[in-house]
């Protein structure tokens, strides 16, 4: 199967990350792209879980496993510990209930990976700065008609794993493309990050 | 995709078989012999690995497909999903629909005789339950060389038959794609199909099921028992929105006869289908609805039962569908979830109800059309 390196910059470090052969849940699929690699490149096995009608029926053209479901109402159908990796791509930002969704991806799985756009990016404490709600590449979304609802820095995200018995293992932090590695939290505008119960 | 071009099937014509190997039915009765009758659509490829099965719910039959050459109008149950370039695409698969044993379109059922008196079996017909359906349908499968199934489908208690084939027989089928089902029945589904039964059983022309040889069809209670069950087939929505309270003659009448229009549509539905179903197939019908339960065998482990499984699986859900509802479709998802079973699963928004699964709709047939391509052959 001749299937791509995906685009998007976070879906590159989470393929550098994944293990060959294990299992994935991966929530927020979309249309599959990461799932799809993982499993022709990685040899991994599982499943996608996907509220939006038109990616559900991209995922089952691609020949996915993906389960039409809102991953708000919690992973119940879904047993304690049964995937390697529960994945969260630049979801958690727009989740109601961010912390019962970390909470029920270290049940179901031994490891969790997220993906957010840094809110502490230095372009969008300017335009806080400015006095305006901040537009960009990976917040690319109004105030209006935003779903992202529960945005973060990275500072925020690891004072929430500190306080939540959540052990980070490894984090990337990302700007256009390349790791940021000075003042991550100033430079990086998305992050990525693979954590374990503490 | 492939080419978007559909067009119906065509003509088709149906076809019998005699099986002679006894079978034992799930009550203990053994049926020394049986006929089945069938319909395929499409071409066995050489491999013999395009096979579909297609299984019929509660008052589908064989003709599944297309129409036959002196009944323009007797079209097949699921015609709109099964033809050249449909989501069951009879270019690319083998299709077969059987009429189940107890039916009433051809199979050996109630109104076959019985050898061993001589006359109609009527009642004394034995209760067929769901795997003595799967272990019919195997027996079609040996006669027409197929090993194992592409794929089995089915809606409501056709989704069932491809949820028993999973267990029963899971070397002889790839993937199951089950539709509008439920892992087993509840209670209040048993209540509904026995009131069903009551309104056939209390008929004064039903003679304990011998009415063939008295020359009368119980078809008031028949007639009772489709217009109740179309009330739970249909979404309080959709018939809201197709009768609301709309009366036929624009007035109150004060009367008993037909006022509302909700009344005309179910009581035509209700002489329809007397006309043209026998009374004590949906006695037996609604009984296997009733007595599926594949989890008994685990101690109601559903997850312990799937365990036998190894097909790949398409579940399909409808959002208005209230007699099997999602929640009863996640259930089977979840057993085959816990065993790391290949499964994908599709809740649709649909306004018909149950019956959303014969419906023509887009999104809903661009879902199945998706999994079948991906079926490598």
Redesign the interface.
């Known amino acids: 199967m001749n299937v791509p390196l995906p685009s998007r910059a976070d879906f590159a470090a989470i393929a550098g990350w994944v293990r060959p052969g294990t299992?994935i849940l991966d929530l927020g699929c979309g249309d599959g792209t990461l799932l799809n690699y993982l499993v022709a490149h990685r040899k991994a096995?599982g499943?996608g879980v996907e509220i939006n009608?038109g990616d559900?029926?991209t995922?089952?053209?691609r020949?996915?496993?993906?389960?039409?479901?809102d991953i708000e109402r919690g992973l119940s159908?879904?047993?304690d510990g049964?995937f390697d990796y529960v994945i969260l791509s630049q979801t958690l930002q727009a989740v109601k209930n961010s912390e019962y969704v970390v909470k029920e991806m270290l049940r179901v799985g031994r490891q969790g990976i997220v993906t957010f756009p840094n809110f502490g990016y230095w372009y969008n404490r300017l335009q806080v700065m400015f006095g305006r709600m901040p537009v960009s590449h990976n917040l690319p979304y109004n105030w209006y008609d935003t779903p992202n609802i529960h945005l973060c820095t990275i500072a925020d995200f690891e004072k929430f794993c500190a306080n939540h018995n959540v052990r980070i293992l490894e984090r990337i932090v990302i700007r256009n493309g390349s790791t940021v590695s000075l003042l991550p939290n100033l430079f990086g505008s998305l992050a990525v990050y693979r954590f374990e119960r503490g | 995709?492939s080419a978007t071009k559909t067009s119906d099937i065509g003509v088709v014509v149906p076809q019998r078989a005699r099986f002679t190997q006894p079978l034992v039915l799930r009550c203990g009765t053994t049926l020394a012999d049986y006929e089945l009758v069938y319909e395929t659509y499409g071409t066995l490829n050489a491999a013999k690995s395009n096979a579909i099965l297609v299984c019929h719910a509660l008052s589908g039959s064989h003709h599944v497909a297309g129409h036959y050459a002196d009944g323009l109008k007797n079209i097949g149950w699921w015609n709109n999903a099964v033809g050249p370039g449909r989501p069951l695409d009879t270019d690319r698969f083998f299709i077969v629909g059987v009429n189940n044993l107890g039916g009433c379109h051809g199979s050996t059922g109630p109104a076959t005789i019985n050898p061993a008196t001589g006359k109609p079996w009527g009642a004394d017909f034995p209760l067929v339950a769901v795997i003595d359906w799967v272990h019919a349908q195997a027996r079609l499968a040996d006669y027409l060389g197929i090993d194992a199934w592409a794929a089995v489908v089915g809606g409501s208690l056709g989704g069932m038959q491809a949820l028993r084939w999973t267990i029963t027989y899971p070397e002889r089928i790839r993937h199951a794609l089950v539709i509008a089902a439920a892992p087993r029945l509840t209670a209040q589904n048993i209540a509904f199909n026995d009131v069903a039964r009551q309104a056939i059983l209390t008929d004064p022309d039903f003679h304990g099921g011998h009415y063939y040889e008295r020359g009368t069809v119980p078809r008031r209670g028949l007639r009772l028992a489709r217009m109740l069950g179309h009330i739970t087939y249909l979404s309080d929505d959709a018939m809201a929105a197709k009768f609301g309270r709309e009366l036929r003659e624009g007035e109150l009448r004060f009367h008993f006869d037909i006022e509302f229009e909700i009344e005309s549509y179910l009581r035509y539905q209700g002489d329809k289908f007397a006309d043209s179903f026998d009374a004590n197939t949906y006695l037996l019908m609604t009984k296997a609805l009733d007595y599926f339960d594949p989890a008994r065998e685990c101690d109601g482990d559903l997850s312990a039962t799937m365990a036998r499984a190894h097909a790949e699986f398409?579940v399909i859900s409808f959002t208005t569908d209230w007699r099997f509802s999602p929640a009863r479709s996640?259930e089977i998802?979840?057993a085959l979830?816990?065993n790391?079973l290949?499964?994908?699963?599709?809740?649709?928004?649909s306004a018909h109800g149950h019956d959303s699964f014969l419906m023509e709709d887009a999104?809903y047939h661009?879902?199945l059309r998706?999994?079948l391509?991906?079926i490598a052959l």
């Open positions: 299992r096995s499943y009608p559900v029926l995922c089952i053209q020949g996915i496993n993906v389960i039409q479901g159908d879904f047993t049964s | 995709m398409l996640r998802v979840k979830l816990d790391h290949d499964v994908s699963y599709a809740e649709i928004t999104h661009a879902i998706s999994y391509e991906k």
